[in-house]
Each structure stands twice: as C-alpha cells, then as structure tokens.
C-alpha cells in the first residue's frame, strides 16, 4: 500500500485549519449528483499529528464489486486499518487515546446503499474518537434528517460544529447536484 502523502503543519487546536484540510480533500472527490463531496482527517490531538485522510469514493468499498461507494470518514479509518493489518473494526485498538475527527459534513447515520453507517463505524471503535470537527449539517437531500449528532452525543463523542466556512463546504459537497433555482 503507498504511505500517505506528507500533511501540512497545522497548529494544535486550530479547528478551521484542520477543516480547510478536510475541505482539500472533499475537492479530490469525484462530483456526481447522487452523494456528497466530503472530506476527513483524522488526528492524534495530544500530539497534534494527522494520522489518515480520506474523501468520498476514494477507496473501493467492502463488497467484492462495489468499486468505492466509500465515505471520507470510512476512507481515513480503512487506511489505520491497513498500516496496522486489522481489520476496520479494530482500529480503536491502536488510534491514540485523544483522537478526533474532522469532516467537512456530519457523519451520516444512515445510508441508501445498505453500507455500515459512519455513525456506527465511530461508535464501533468503543470510544477511541474523542470528539467529531464538522464543517456543515448534512442536508436534507437524500435521507432527511440526520440524527447521528444525537447518538454520537449520547455515546460521549463531543460533536462540535466549526463555524465560517458553511458557504464554501455546500458548494464543495454538492459539485455535480443540479442548482436550484431560487
């Protein structure tokens, strides 16, 4: 498997920088109008130090023959699996005690394809992931609302919105839907 690219340096606690990143990554995914353009960063934030990234359809899915029906946050999750040879579910066995996760839009508690949700993706790994970054709420296109904040809250995961960049993410996330008129 190839190694991650090099990150950027970015300063410990500075949650739009890390958002920026994770919005990098939601660019590298490939537009089309029935998903969202995410992206994610995972990080170690005791030692301010990123451990994977990932964006929407970058790796192939599960599935034999699904060919990369992959979420951001599954994408940063596969690639620790990977570098440690475990598989996805075990990862909470090696990510540092005080991981977060960065994603350009909430993780998504329920999906149209059958696949694992990355609500339950973060709950499966018993705590490992302290707190949840996101840039946006997920909009109401596809599966309405989206009551994954809730259940990562009431597991102790701090969901925390970063503000600023909302404009910026909702064009990134839906590169390739049809414009509504207004």
């Known amino acids: 498997m190839a190694s991650e690219p090099s990150h950027p340096t970015i300063a410990a606690g500075d949650h739009k920088g890390y958002m920026e990143y994770a919005l990098e990554q939601a660019r590298l995914s490939p537009p089309a109008p029935t998903k969202f353009c995410v992206g994610a960063v995972l990080v170690d934030a005791d ?5 994977s990234t990932g964006y929407s359809m970058e790796l192939p899915g599960d599935r034999p023959g699904d060919p990369g029906n992959t979420h951001a946050e599954q994408c940063c999750f596969i690639k620790v699996a990977e570098r440690h040879n475990l598989p996805e579910e075990r990862i909470g066995e090696v990510l540092p005690k005080n991981t977060v ?10 999906r ?9 993706r973060i709950l499966r ?6 707190a949840v970054y996101v840039g946006i709420k997920e909009p109401e296109t596809f599966i309405g609302e989206n009551t994954g904040r ?4 009431d597991a102790g995961v701090k969901v925390v919105l970063v503000d600023g960049m909302e404009d910026r993410i909702l064009e990134v996330s839906t590169a390739g839907h049809e414009k509504q008129s207004k």
Do not use: D, H, Q
């Open 112 to 120: 149209l394809s059958g696949n694992r949700t990355c609500v339950e």
């Open 101 to 110: 996760l960065y994603t350009t839009m909430e993780p998504c508690n329920k």
């Open 125 to 130: 790994l018993n705590g490992a992931i302290k």
């Open 47 to 51: 030692k301010n130090e990123i451990l």
């Open 150 to 153: 809730k259940r990562l809250e």
